[in-house]
């Protein structure tokens, strides 16, 4: 600027010029690709969900869930499971490479892995296409995720039987149970040997049956502490023969009670 010869401006060129409105365009300008939210797109969402939840109601409806009796903190024969969102990590723990002393890798590494996996999914695959054969990093691990998931979940729940569970863990009425003698040698060696399984009243829990209401005689029940019957298997009992002795007697005049 010169004294006399006036005042010139310049011009930041990062700036434009022009100047664009700030008011998104109307939808009608990309024809096919997208559509009103009101009540085009509402309306498809509110279908799809109500075709799941009426889905959702009918498999309820045929097969009900088996609810098991309100928990018992001095039960020590009671095995726990997760409820069914759970189950699929739950199966994870009983594969050799996932517990024991690998018991970090399933609990924190592969499932952090995973669920890593699928929040990176967006991040590694950033094409701008929307169809499938188009994203093919976020779908491939996505359908594996949920192939995962439901497959652990499936093998989980068919291991069960959830009805005999419900049976075996449904609340004892106190006139339905077994006056037990608790200060007797039988049950002290009841306690050491079988009440992992059976349950402290011997009402039986997840692991094993009761020893109420059965109909074995002493040697009977002798044969199975020793040699196992069906999923129980052998030896099991451990101690001489006079304990064996003392908790066939227990176990027989528990029964003879009823």
């Excluded at 045929?62 to 759970?86: C, N, R, V």
């Excluded at 779908?139 to 959830?162: N, R």
């Excluded at 399984?197 to 011997?202: F, I, Q, R």
């Excluded at 069906?230 to 101690?239: A, E, N, R, T, Y």
């Amino acid at each position: 600027m010169h004294k006399g010869k006036g005042m010139k401006f310049v011009g930041d060129s990062r700036i434009s010029a022009e100047r664009i409105s700030n008011v998104p365009k109307d939808y009608s300008e990309y024809p096919g690709r997208t559509e009103a939210f009101w009540p085009n797109f509402l309306l498809k969402e509110w279908l799809a969900g109500s075709v799941f939840l009426a889905g959702f109601l009918c498999l309820t409806l045929a097969h009900p869930s088996p609810l098991e009796g309100m928990a018992d903190p001095t039960d020590a024969g009671y095995i726990p499971l997760p409820d069914w969102y759970f189950l699929f990590l739950y199966e994870l723990l009983k594969y050799d490479f996932a517990s024991g002393p690998y018991i970090l890798f399933g609990i924190i590494i592969i499932p952090g892995l995973a669920f890593g996996g699928l929040l990176l999914a967006p991040f590694l695959d950033k094409g701008p296409g929307r169809r499938p054969h188009q994203r093919p990093v976020a779908v491939g691990m996505m359908l594996l995720a949920l192939t995962s998931t439901i497959w652990l979940t499936y093998e989980s729940a068919a291991g069960v039987d959830w009805e005999q569970r419900a049976e075996a863990n449904k609340p004892v009425h106190p006139s339905e149970q077994a006056d037990i003698d608790k200060d007797s040698d039988g049950y002290a060696i009841f306690e050491n040997n079988c009440m992992s399984c059976h349950g402290e009243d011997l009402q039986g829990g997840a692991a094993g049956p009761p020893l109420t209401g059965i109909d074995h005689s002493a040697e009977e029940i002798k044969d199975i502490a020793q040699n196992g019957i069906g999923s129980m298997p052998p030896d099991q009992f451990s101690g001489s023969d006079e304990e064996l002795d003392q908790l066939a007697e227990f176990i027989m005049s528990v029964n003879e009670d009823e």
